[in-house]
């Protein structure tokens, strides 16, 4: 059984829960969450087999979320980089001067932000179900809530089935607890995708014990306040990423996971969905390659990697 080490870290005024695996000396995986979502819902399959692959894996609950602190966003508003902050104090409080960061949604926009202001804490950024920091998702929404076309150019907007859900379930009743899980457990469904069955169980066991572990589950919803503040520090070209690799997942499909180059291409800053990002198994291939030491003697060396990773198309790659 997966069994971690539990420590609180200080971001500021924030006390912020971590959970380590693996040996301390070996090379560290920073996983970063998605919006209102616990360090939790990286699952203990891919993380131990990343420990079993000799990294050293760190996740850990944002402020608002789990067991962390959380913020009265009315009183003490924060942004994308505070967020990116915390991530760093996580670091910190390990005692890690650098690491692979892996993130997930806006954990993969707070790996940007690293990448692009902290560069030297970045050793690599794998980034799944993404878009770049930078994109206002905004007026997509808008048109697509409108039922009008994308503007040309810009990211595929929401499909007309979660745009329904969202409709449905903002009127679903959630006056008891049992109602709020039945609902989220509903929204993971249509996140999930048609691609790979949904495991209607495991979401539950995990949604209840993300209501477990925190006395204040609406605190989780200023993450989405805080995506929406855009700054200059946002609008930063990821052209000035310095970090020798940087790969995404796509949403169908194995994940191709990119050989150690500058991904620097500052007008196609890439996508990525969700989808099967979410499962198991793409993720865990993806981020076992890609943050892979390249020395064969190195005992986080991923021979899958060297065999797959000049293959594909530049879909699986920024």
């Not at 690491?99 to 794998?126: E, F, K, M, Y």
């Not at 310095?242 to 890439?270: E, H, I, L, N």
């Not at 990525?272 to 064969?296: I, Q």
Request: hydrophobic content about 40%; some cysteine; aromatic content about 4%.
């Amino acid at each position: 059984m997966l069994t971690g080490d539990e420590k609180f870290v200080r971001s500021g005024r924030l006390r912020l829960w971590t959970e380590r695996f693996g040996r301390p000396g070996n090379p560290t995986v920073l996983m970063i969450m998605g919006t209102s979502t616990q360090g939790i819902g990286w699952p203990d399959e891919l993380v131990e087999a990343l420990v079993d692959n000799g990294r050293q894996v760190i996740r850990f609950d944002h402020r608002d979320t789990g067991l962390s602190d959380a913020v009265d966003f009315t009183t003490h508003p924060f942004a994308l980089a505070d967020m990116a902050a915390d991530a760093a104090a996580v670091l910190d409080g390990h005692g890690v001067t650098a690491a692979d960061i892996v993130g997930i949604s806006l954990g993969a926009a707070i790996g940007q932000w690293l990448a692009v202001h902290q560069g030297a804490r970045v050793r690599t950024l794998t980034a799944i179900a993404s878009s770049p920091m930078g994109n206002n998702p905004g007026p997509a929404w808008a048109l697509a809530v409108a039922g009008q076309p994308a503007a040309a150019g810009e990211l595929p907007p929401p499909t007309a089935r979660f745009l329904n859900h969202l409709m449905a379930s903002a009127t679903a009743p959630r006056a008891t607890r049992r109602q709020r899980i039945d609902a989220d457990v509903q929204t993971w469904r249509v996140l999930n995708g048609d691609v790979l069955p949904f495991d209607e169980a495991a979401a539950r066991r995990f949604t209840e014990r993300c209501y477990a572990r925190t006395g204040n589950i609406t605190a989780a919803l200023n993450h989405d306040l805080a995506g929406r503040r855009f700054g200059d520090d946002r609008r930063a070209p990821l052209s000035a990423v310095t970090t020798p690799d940087v790969g995404r997942a796509r949403q169908r499909g194995c994940p191709v996971p990119a050989r150690p180059r500058r991904s620097t291409r500052g007008t196609d800053p890439g996508r990525a969905t969700g989808g099967a990002a979410r499962h198991g198994a793409p993720p865990v291939l993806l981020t076992r390659s890609h943050t892979a030491d390249r020395r064969p003697d190195h005992p986080s060396h991923d021979r899958t990697a060297d065999g797959v990773a000049g293959g594909g198309s530049n879909e699986g790659r920024i």
